[in-house]
């Protein structure tokens, strides 16, 4: 489900406000970002029902969007916190998340994020390696506290996606490798007063468009759970990670839900119930509900293409320069015609480059479709640029409003670089 629309004369629409009065509204510049607060909580009450009476978690992944009123309006919903650094902690925590209601991952934590998560009590914070577990209990000894640990595992498991958003094959950077894992369930029990060994964990990658490689790390994880538990040792979760797809295109893909459903069948099959499942969806809770709405700065005709060039570029939305990615990208005025256009950034790099997308006849603004998830958050000031403005809609009305900067602000902080 995505909060894009068009009204009755072509307008382009977020949850039910058309964009061109929404920007006028919030008194806000182009590049902006445009979120549906609605659509996000139908989106995370559609993943906790899913659950139906089985005891789980859902720990948002913050990576994706960390905009306050984005977390505080997942954490009404009844979800917590998955985070990868010490700042996503303090965040979540003052969106009102319980720290109980949180997981870490992260493959070199400082020891100023693990003291942080350690005082906070923690659900789990997640080792991704033995020589991390050794770090994670110095730490508790010096703090005289336990700190509830879990295991990331990497399963060995490719996955039919783009190579920097895979994660669980044997040549990542990722999680503890099968064979040591028994060495860490014994150091955990060896370090009892310092390590409570509390779950697994997986994370095999970005964007799975169907269930089967999501079972097949969570299957990683059930079975090392097994063994941990005929060695003696008692855990409280299991956490088969986030991951789920959405619709960049026009192919439908599974819902989040069919995923969660797979989950719990296979957890019961394993005798695994009894467990709290965790997943830590990130792009699929927000993604579909954000837009950049971006200004068309001129045209440019060249020997072999017609461009159209924006006032966005990549340092707004990484995702095509780094992945590859595309993102349908409409005019805000009209509905789109059949004339293409390359439309590009105005950054200097080649790579600034959304790609040909039909619009028709050019238009002032344009519309880049499904950025909720990993738009701003991975945004620069590369070039001068300032960070974008975000603008916030809830059922049909402007809710808030959060500035770009502005340029003189970079300007002012680099001359006193
Ligand atoms: N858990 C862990 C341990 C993760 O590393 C990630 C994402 C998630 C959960 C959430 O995954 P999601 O449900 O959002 O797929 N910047 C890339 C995506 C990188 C994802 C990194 N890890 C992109 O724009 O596609």
């Known amino acids: 489900m995505t909060s894009f629309a068009r ?24 590049p902006a970002y445009v979120y549906d607060l609605d659509g996000i909580r139908k989106a995370a009450t559609a993943l906790e029902q899913a659950f139906g009476t089985r005891d789980h978690l859902v720990a948002y992944a913050l990576k994706a969007n960390a905009a306050g009123s984005i977390v505080r309006t997942i954490r009404a919903c009844g979800v917590g916190a998955c985070l990868v650094s010490g700042a996503e902690l303090l965040v979540a925590e003052g969106a009102g998340i319980a720290p109980t209601r949180m997981v870490m991952n992260g493959v070199a934590k400082a020891d ?3 003291d942080l998560a350690i005082s906070k009590g923690l659900y789990g914070i997640q080792a991704e390696s033995l020589e991390e577990l050794e770090r994670i209990a110095a730490r508790a000894r010096a703090q005289k506290r336990r700190a509830r640990v879990g295991l990331r595992i990497n399963p060995g498991v490719e996955i039919d996606s783009h190579s920097h958003i895979a994660t669980g094959h044997d040549a990542a950077k990722f999680g503890i490798p099968r064979d040591q894992l028994a060495t860490a369930f014994e150091r955990v029990a060896a370090s009892s007063d310092e390590l409570g060994c509390v779950g697994v964990s997986v994370h095999v990658g970005s964007m799975l468009t169907r269930p089967e490689p999501y079972l097949e790390s969570a299957t990683a994880v059930c079975e090392v759970i097994k063994e941990a538990e005929r060695a003696g040792h008692r855990l409280e979760y299991l956490n088969f ?3 789920f797809g959405i619709q960049y295109d026009d192919q439908p893909i599974e819902a989040p839900a069919r995923f969660v459903e797979a989950a719990i069948g296979l957890s ?23 837009v950049l709405v971006a200004r068309v700065v001129q045209h440019k005709q060249g020997k072999s293409r017609q461009w159209l060039m924006l006032d966005a570029g990549m340092n707004d939305l990484l995702r095509p320069a780094l992945y590859g990615a595309r993102h349908r990208i409409e005019p805000l005025e009209h509905a789109p015609g059949a004339l293409e256009w390359r439309v590009v950034g105005p950054i200097c790099e080649s790579s600034d480059d959304f790609g040909s997308h039909a619009i028709g006849e050019p238009s002032e603004h344009v519309v880049i479709r499904d950025v909720g998830a990993y738009g ?31 340029y003189r602000a970079w300007v002012e902080r680099r001359l006193r670089a």
């Open 7 to 30: 009204d009755a004369r072509g307008y382009a629409c977020l949850g039910g406000m058309r964009l061109d009065e929404l920007l006028t509204q919030a008194e806000v510049a182009t």
């Open 376 to 406: 701003f958050s991975m945004a620069s000031e590369y070039n001068g640029r300032a960070l974008a403005s975000e603008v916030f809609v809830d059922a049909g009305k402007l809710v808030h409003v959060s500035k770009s900067p502005g």
């Open 112 to 114: 100023w994020e693990l």
């Open 268 to 290: 019961e099959r394993m005798g695994l119930s009894a467990l709290k499942l965790v997943v830590e969806p990130g792009r699929s809770m927000v993604g579909p509900h954000g």
């Open 241 to 243: 990670g986030g991951g």
